[in-house]
């Protein structure tokens, strides 16, 4: 668009060089803030880890046979004799999810720095607890002596 004179106007062109308003009642927003307000809105917050915390697998603990549970017993006799010792245990146990039910098998290997029946517990050189009721097998060349 063009004046009467041939210059060339536009729409702005009265308020164009104006310095920028600074509001006398609003603090100035940074411009991270500003970025902030024009952000994708997630009206479901927390549901994409819902949704990965349902698809977490976990295990149903396996029920140990009297053979089983006798065999273990003798081999946590055997390792805790061997208690302060150089020996090195693997213990496979189960560990509980503290967010949904079952859990997953771990193990664990290492001396064994005591056992401590009053709390049911195994304790290894590097202070790993194992909670006796939740060992399903113990490997150890020391076993093989037997």
Do not use: W
């Not at 140990?64 to 150089?86: F, H, P, V, W």
Request: aromatic share 8%.
């Amino acid at each position: 668009m063009a004046d009467e004179y041939g210059t060339r106007t536009h729409r702005y062109d009265d308020i164009i060089d104006l310095p920028h308003h600074q509001s006398k009642t609003h603090p100035h927003m940074s411009m991270f803030d500003r970025a902030a307000q024009f952000s994708p809105f997630s009206a479901l917050t927390g549901h994409d880890e819902a949704i990965r915390e349902t698809a977490r697998l976990t295990e149903e603990k396996a029920e140990l046979s009297e053979d089983e549970k006798l065999r273990l017993n003798e081999k946590l006799a055997i390792a805790a004799a061997s208690a302060g010792s150089s020996a090195v245990f693997r213990f496979i146990y189960y560990v509980p999810d503290k967010k949904k039910s079952g859990g997953a098998y771990v193990s664990c290997t290492g001396s064994i720095k005591k056992v401590d029946a009053l709390t049911g517990a195994v304790v290894l050189g590097d202070n790993t607890v194992i909670e006796i009721n939740q060992i399903s097998d113990i490997e150890s060349e020391l076993f093989d002596v037997y």
